[in-house]
């Protein structure tokens, strides 16, 4: 992969706080995307987004504890990424 190939992009990580999830999430945000991540618990969620944001900017973090739907959870990253 090129870098900043998805430069511009969101990209949607589920099981972003561990293993290949995470992985995924600090390569792509490597590649210039624009990373939310979303896991069920907290601390390792923001373990990640520490990760990510020293590779390469902030991610957006959405705690599937507290959004229990996604509908919810897409309307706020759509504002948050405008």
């Known amino acids: 992969m090129k870098p ?24 792509l945000a490597a590649l210039g995307a624009h990373v939310v991540v979303f896991a069920r618990r907290r601390q390792p969620l923001d373990a ?3 990760a ?11 705690d599937w504890m507290m959004d229990r739907e ?8 759509a504002r948050a990424s405008s």
């Open 48 to 50: 990640a987004a520490a």
């Open 52 to 62: 990510i944001a020293a590779t390469r900017g902030m991610p957006r973090v959405i």
């Open 4 to 27: 900043n190939e998805y430069s511009g992009r969101t990209v949607f990580v589920p099981g972003g706080s561990m293993g290949l999830g995470r992985a995924a999430a600090q390569r």
């Open 70 to 77: 996604i509908r919810p959870a897409q309307r706020r990253v």
